[in-house]
């Protein structure tokens, strides 16, 4: 999961590059035309490259977070409860029952 949610955001992120833009901008406002997503990015462009250059800063930063990152140590305890601390065990021995296992339990 860490190798997707690193690559996810790098990828998409060099898609969202402002120089990418010169050519997929205009690709998508006229796959959007005629919808009110359409007209929004024709009229503000400059908030489109905007956004586009702080998103692809921040996902290229947390994909390389994410793909070079410290690894997490894995942990003994039980995934319900990753603060208890594991408990040592003792080795217990089950004692036999009273009634041996090769004789029929008798009817009442």
Same mark, same amino acid.
């Given at each position: 999961?860490?190798?997707?949610? =690193?690559? &996810? ?9 402002? /120089? ?17 997503? =359409? ?8 908030? &489109?490259?905007? =956004? ?28 319900? /409860?990753?603060? /208890?601390?594991? &408990? ?7 004692? !036999? ?10 009817? !009442?």
């Amino acid at each position: 999961m860490r190798r997707i949610g =690193g690559v &996810v955001p790098t990828v998409t992120g060099f898609l969202a590059c402002p /120089c990418h833009l010169i050519i997929t901008l205009p690709l998508l406002i006229s796959g959007l035309s005629g919808t009110a997503v =359409g007209s929004f990015l024709s009229r503000n462009t400059g908030l &489109v490259y905007t =956004g586009a250059g702080i998103y692809f800063v921040v996902a290229l930063a947390l994909g390389a977070w994410f793909l070079f990152g410290p690894k997490r140590e894995k942990r003994e305890g039980d995934a319900a /409860c990753p603060t /208890c601390a594991p &408990v040592a065990s003792e080795t217990r021995i089950q004692e !036999r029952s009273p009634m041996p296992d090769d004789q029929p339990a008798t009817r !009442r």
